[in-house]
């Protein structure tokens, strides 16, 4: 028997209202202010829902203000809180009659709910509703029109099926509730779009027009033009504008530069389903399995797909190759800069990007020079002349007037005639003037991340290059207000491909024929030249080799010794004939997967290395790891010949250490659990790990891995607080017992200890952690569960207060006796995975955890009875339940009926 009862998903589609909030409360002050709305406004907020409270303390007879209306009108959603005395109210009913009309006008979704009071009371004006209008009827007997209007409004308003009734019981977890249901109507959030989206209406109705040319087939559309002219900005604009009348939607950004990736396209693919079907989507194997996924899975869906950036036909065979491979009223919108390539692949409708025309270059170049819409007094002459630089691109006129912004007169006089000395004023060169007005520090760091740290995160390439350059920070800053940068809302460094383009040029120049004697090599082949001939020079300060096919490199070993400033060297899909013979010590980054030997050059002291990444290399370990004052990241993962980590007592910064996958490690050394500064520590997959520091002291950590690690059979004693720790991951492990000194992790979140068959001792001050919320304990033994019951019976009286969301324990090996105990201990659970035990039945108070929406029942074959289930059950799953009476059965498909009933109400 398989039983699921999930929440259904739901949101309005957009209309023109310019909305400021996603939530307005109504309410009666004297009756909720402080008992309940209040409560409710603060939960609303904590999920990052935009709510509208009015605070202020009316006066009798005061007229609802015009701002307040029109906060109704700004907002998605009005939570109306019926109370016993609201219609008393006259500013409540006004504000009520406003929520109507923007119901009725606006398609403004409308939750009431009734705070210990009957809907029907409500609807029928009865109880202390009769007499409130009863009263208000008196008042305004020269305006009666008005009450019956009140009257409606309140009949309306109490008979929609998007209510919600409280009469007693969980006030928080009725609250939550509310939260989520809220949540669930407002649409997923839209990208990110420029601050000043000039000329783009006109555009994005154009595109419109062509779409809805085709209302029941598939649309394939392609916006074609010329670098920095925005196609992207439209097509994010657009994107935002239409995405919520999908059944799905994915935009996929910089699929050319995505897809010379090692296994690009396939990355592409993952990425498309799971975010149009909004789940974690299963990784394929290749290109060809991910086109069947595709085509199996969303034809019969209607969905909105956006690739960005294209620039080659097999781009789109492989991510939209047909348009049988979508459901009817798809969208599918292609951004290039190769309108030929649209015409081969059959796309019927096409839109070419203008320039801006003059009068759209000059506000949207002055609002990037002067923060208006307009020039300053004063600058009106000069800034026609710089707009002509641009050539109507947007990308040149945010550059050039974020260059110019906060200069005299005179210092735009004489950038303007570096301006005037370009012979033929190509993009490139145009946006070289703003890198030429850098200073030292920031033109070398802009270089940098042209070339070897686009997508990395900030804080990455921070740390590295403030070694180099310091005060990394500062110009990264410099550069964003410049606009050459961006940082992305995953804090990874972005800068548009042809400032990329702009700033690798710079280097090429350097060199034209010679990349031995450039500052910075990128280019794979030009990479694989130099190494090869042994023709590098002092010149290069960093090397970045990226093959979008393996490559295999012949070479002699010495090629660095010539390259005494190399400063970042990142090897990947590589493989070298030999190790090298030396490194030059200036190095802060060295990132070289499938590193080719078993040791460092003899030489190699980098005192001012920062990162040093050699996974699933052959190298090993031997030897205590040198004073390096100034590395934060280490990573061996996958090296298969080390066996031992060495004393790292001379790594005082190291921030992360990771060794994923050695399954020939053996040993750590204790020096590992002092390392102060530590805040990541994995060891994940080490199948031979027996030696693990038997202490560790560690006040930054944050996260420690121990997974798979199946010959480990302790965990290390916790000296001290350690307060930034939030997860441990110990599955799969031999761990017999885990310390009584656990309790002094007190910042601790997730704890996992799924297969950990060996596990015969659980500390009573795990239910200490007043942070605790995930505790996983599949597949663990029956005496570990012995241990798990004296442990909830030491420590009752905490447990009844704790924090912990989320308790697996499947195959756990519980019976009745248990289970009660554990649901009287964890009233607070949200999700419960009892899956595969002994249970005969379900305890009677499993009906009070008034949180609980997931239960799961799965393989419990011995599973009698089933009593009444809690309120808010959303997600039932009782699979193989082959004991299940007919009673129960009965009961149980009444939950389910009682549960879709519930979820249809709250829509």
């Not at 010329?226 to 999908?246: D, M």
């Not at 002092?538 to 010794?561: D, N, R, T, Y």
């Not at 798990?788 to 308790?807: A, E, G, H, V």
């Amino acid at each position: 028997m398989a039983i699921r009862v999930e929440a259904p998903s739901s949101f309005s589609s957009p209309t023109k209202t310019k909305y400021e909030y996603d939530v307005f409360l109504s309410f009666r002050g004297v009756d909720t202010r402080h008992t309940f709305t209040g409560l409710l406004y603060d939960a609303l907020r904590r999920k990052g829902i935009n709510a509208f409270i009015d605070d202020r303390k009316l006066g009798k007879g005061e007229e609802i203000s015009p701002a307040l209306l029109e906060a109704i009108e700004r907002s998605r959603i009005s939570i109306v809180v019926f109370s016993r005395n609201y219609a008393t109210s006259k500013w409540c009913l006004d504000e009520l009659d406003h929520i109507i009309w923007c119901k009725k006008e606006k398609k403004q979704v409308v939750m009431p709910v009734f705070y210990k009071v009957d809907p029907l009371d409500v609807q029928y004006q009865r109880n202390s509703f009769e007499k409130a209008m009863a009263a208000l009827q008196d008042r305004f007997k020269d305006d009666l029109d008005k009450v019956r209007r009140w009257r409606s409004d309140l009949c309306e308003a109490a008979s929609l099926s998007s209510a919600w009734l409280f009469d007693d019981g969980c006030k928080l977890g009725f609250i939550e509730r509310i939260v989520e249901d809220a949540r669930a109507m407002l649409p997923p959030n839209p990208l990110h779009s420029v601050d000043h989206p000039v000329g783009l209406k006109s555009r994005i109705e154009e595109v419109k027009s062509l779409l809805d040319q085709s209302h029941d087939g598939v649309c394939m559309l392609g916006i074609h033009g010329t670098g920095g002219i925005g196609k992207t900005t439209l097509a994010k604009a657009l994107y935002n504008s239409i995405f919520c009348q999908f059944e799905g939607a994915s935009f996929l950004f910089d699929v050319r530069e995505a897809s010379n990736e090692y296994r690009g396209i396939v990355r592409l693919q993952q990425l498309l389903l799971s975010e149009i079907l909004e789940e974690k989507s299963k990784k394929f194997g290749s290109v060809d399995e991910g086109i069947t996924k595709i085509k199996h899975r969303l034809s019969h869906k209607r969905v909105l797909l956006v690739l960005d950036d294209v620039d080659a036909l097999e781009q789109l065979e492989q991510l939209a190759g047909g348009c049988n491979w979508f459901g009817s009223g798809s969208k599918i919108i292609i951004t290039t800069r190769d309108k030929q390539l649209l015409s081969v692949h059959g796309v019927q409708e096409t839109y070419e990007m203008k320039e801006l025309n003059e009068h759209e270059s000059l506000e949207l170049f002055s609002w990037h020079a002067f923060h208006s819409s307009h020039p300053s007094k004063g600058f009106e002459d000069i800034s026609a002349r710089v707009i002509s630089y641009a050539q109507g691109l947007p990308l040149a006129l945010r550059v050039i007037g974020s260059n110019l912004t906060h200069k005299s007169l005179e210092e735009w006089r004489s950038i303007l005639e570096q301006y005037d000395r370009i012979p033929d004023k190509t993009i490139h060169e145009v946006l070289k003037i703003s890198y030429d007005c850098l200073q030292d520090n920031a033109k070398s760091i802009f270089l940098d991340v042209a070339c070897f740290f686009k997508k990395w995160r900030s804080v990455y390439a921070n740390e590295v290059l403030h070694t180099c350059h310091g005060g990394a920070r500062f110009y990264f800053e410099v550069l964003i207000d410049k606009s050459l940068l961006s940082v992305d809302k995953y804090d990874c460094l972005w800068m548009h491909d042809l400032i990329q383009e702009m700033g690798r040029e710079i280097v090429r120049r350097e060199a034209p024929l010679n990349p031995g004697e450039r500052s910075r090599l990128w280019h794979h082949e030009d990479v694989v030249r130099v190494l090869r001939e042994n023709s590098g020079s002092s010149k290069i300060e960093g090397i970045m080799l990226k093959s979008p096919q393996q490559e295999k490199v012949a070479w002699s070993g010495f090629a660095f010794e010539k390259m005494s400033n190399l400063r970042i060297l990142i090897v990947r899909n590589a493989l070298f004939s030999t190790g090298p013979k030396h490194f030059p010590n200036n190095l802060r980054l060295l990132d070289w997967e499938r590193y080719p030997s078993m040791t460092l050059p003899e030489d190699f002291y980098p005192e001012n290395i920062v990162v040093l990444r050699l996974c699933r290399s052959y190298v090993r370990l031997v030897e205590p790891i040198k004073r390096l004052e100034y590395v934060t990241s280490m990573d061996f993962s996958y090296c298969e010949f080390i066996t031992e980590v060495p004393i790292m007592s001379q790594v005082p910064n190291l921030k992360e250490l990771i060794f994923v996958g050695c399954c020939n490690l053996i040993k750590v050394h204790d020096s590992v659990g002092y390392l102060s500064k530590l805040a990541v520590l994995t060891v994940n997959g080490c199948s031979k790990l027996k030696s693990f520091p038997r202490e560790i002291k560690l006040a930054s950590l944050e996260h420690l891995d121990l997974a798979f690690c199946e010959s480990l059979d302790y965990f290390p004693n916790i000296v001290g607080k350690m307060d930034a720790l939030n997860t441990i991951l110990a599955d799969n492990t031999a761990i017999e017992e885990l310390p009584h000194s656990i309790g002094n992790l007190s910042g601790l979140q997730i704890l996992s200890l799924n297969s950990c068959e060996g596990l015969r001792e659980i500390p009573d001050t795990i239910f200490t952690l007043e942070n605790l919320v995930w505790l996983l304990l599949e597949n663990s033994r029956p005496h570990s569960r012995k241990s798990l019951k004296k442990s909830m019976q030491d420590s009752y009286p905490i447990i009844r207060s704790t924090n912990l969301k989320i308790l697996n324990l499947e195959n756990c090996g519980l019976l009745d006796e248990d289970l009660h105990l554990t649901v009287n201990c964890f009233r607070n659970l949200q999700e419960l995975n009892l899956s595969g035990n002994d249970i005969l039945s379900l305890p009677d108070c499993i009906k009070e955890c008034a949180y609980l929406e997931k239960l799961n029942l799965d393989n419990c074959k011995r599973l009698r009875d089933i009593p009444e289930l809690p309120p808010n059950l959303a997600d039932i799953q009782a699979d193989n339940c082959i004991s299940l009476t007919r009673k129960s059965l009965s009961h149980l498909w009444s939950q389910v009926i009682h549960s879709l009933s519930h979820l249809a109400l709250s829509f």
